[in-house]
């Protein structure tokens, strides 16, 4: 196959509209100020409510897409790499997920006053989207990972 100036301005304008949407995809989160999620990175809970995280480190692979979370069955927007939700909730049971056409994740936890949780949520290359996963990890895991994450808003409003 002969090269053209043709060919070349056709594959450079592909190019601009691949990284335009990859961009777009990333950028489609809601992050907070810089200074509130700074804050929100003091890893303590009050009296009386616990303190959960849900994050998603900056992992090169599978990383492009959002993936949505819920918080007992109510929309809580997505995720994108290397973003958090911090939630303080009443003590009680809570389920946290997360799907794509080819996976869901699902995890519970009964979430006491003065504790704090961490949920890493990772997105693995699949067939056709994301395969999901979550899993509870601890404090020294979890803030050392939230502390590169920037903080987003959550739809998900707390009682």
Do not use: H
């Not at 961009?23 to 409510?49: I, L, M, Q, R, V």
């Not at 704090?116 to 990890?137: C, N, P």
């Amino acid at each position: 196959m002969k090269i053209t100036k043709m060919n070349i301005r056709g594959f450079s304008f592909l190019l601009v509209i691949v990284y335009a949407l990859f961009a777009y995809s990333c950028a489609s989160t809601s992050k907070t100020t810089s200074e509130k999620s700074e804050a929100a990175k003091t890893f303590t809970a009050s009296d009386d409510k616990g303190t959960v995280y849900l994050y998603r480190t900056g992992r090169a692979v599978g990383a492009a897409g959002q993936l949505s979370v819920r918080v007992n069955s109510t929309t809580a927007g997505g995720t994108g790499p290397g973003t958090f939700f911090k939630w303080d909730l009443k003590p009680g049971s809570y389920t946290f997920a997360s799907s794509s056409a080819e996976s869901s994740a699902v995890i519970q936890i009964d979430v006491k006053a003065g504790q704090v949780y961490y949920i890493r949520q990772d997105a693995r290359m699949g067939l056709s989207s994301g395969r999901i996963t979550m899993k509870e990890v601890d404090s020294s895991q979890g803030e050392s990972e939230v502390k590169k994450c920037k903080l987003l808003i959550s739809s998900y409003v707390p009682e």
